[in-house]
């Protein structure tokens, strides 16, 4: 038994969600500031969460210790 146990980094956590099926979701990025240059349809589509692309998923998983 290893004497010390995967943290969770704890940045990844705060950014970073895994659905029930696997998936993983992130907040879109350019949704801080400047906001009132962008159209409304634009802003609500910014606010729905996305799949991250596939190449980061497994390195996603094992920061956050489900790999």
């Known amino acids: 038994m290893p004497k010390t146990k995967q943290k969770t980094h704890k940045g990844a ?8 099926s696997g998936k993983v979701l ?3 990025q350019k ?5 009132h240059g ?3 349809k634009k ?3 910014l606010k729905q ?3 991250v692309n ?3 998923v497994k390195k996603i998983k094992q920061l ?4």
């Not at 956590?13 to 029930?20: E, L």
């Not at 956050?64 to 790999?67: H, N, P, Q, R, W």
């Open 31 to 35: 949704t801080r500031h400047l906001i």
């Open 13 to 20: 956590s705060k950014r970073f969600k895994v659905t029930g």
């Open 38 to 40: 962008k159209s409304a």
């Open 64 to 67: 956050l210790g489900l790999a």
């Open 26 to 28: 992130h907040r879109a």
């Open 43 to 45: 802003v609500r589509h």
């Open 49 to 51: 969460e996305r799949e």
């Open 54 to 56: 596939k190449s980061f």
